[in-house]
């Protein structure tokens, strides 16, 4: 028989979603993981079914599920039922979420590049930095 320790996360609390929790698990954790950023580049394409997706990664069916269930659990996809398949696609509004909350740092980005392009174009004329 197999026990679980006390400390050791169950399956939805290491997605992110725990007994009792309302809230969406943070999108931040979703995103972290490769294989999940990569199914969210293949829906761009619209939507897909599981089976789809799955054949082009080297994980099988079952971990991509999870991975997509992830994804939908941090409100970054939706899920529809076809007869016997699940189609996922992107959700713009946790995509907007998202985006809204990075675009408070474009500015910092901006003068980044702003500063990084004023140092290569001395450097194309030859000037030694200030």
């Known amino acids: 028989m197999v026990t679980r320790s006390s400390t050791a996360p169950s399956r939805k609390a290491q997605r ?10 943070d999108v931040f954790t979703a995103l972290a993981d490769p294989t999940r950023r990569r199914l969210l580049d293949l829906l761009r394409g619209g939507a897909r079914a599981t089976h789809e997706l799955a054949e082009r990664f080297d994980v099988s069916r079952p971990a991509i599920s999870q991975h997509l269930g992830a994804l ?12 016997k398949e699940r189609r996922y696609r992107l959700r713009g509004t946790g995509l907007r979420r998202l985006h809204t909350w990075l675009k408070k740092y474009e500015v910092f980005w901006d003068t980044k590049l702003a500063t990084l392009g004023q140092v290569l174009d001395r450097g194309k004329r030859g000037e030694e930095e200030p």
């Open 16 to 25: 992110g979603v725990r007994r009792g929790d309302r809230r969406r698990p």
């Open 72 to 83: 939908k659990d941090a409100g970054l996809v939706d899920v529809a039922r076809h007869g």
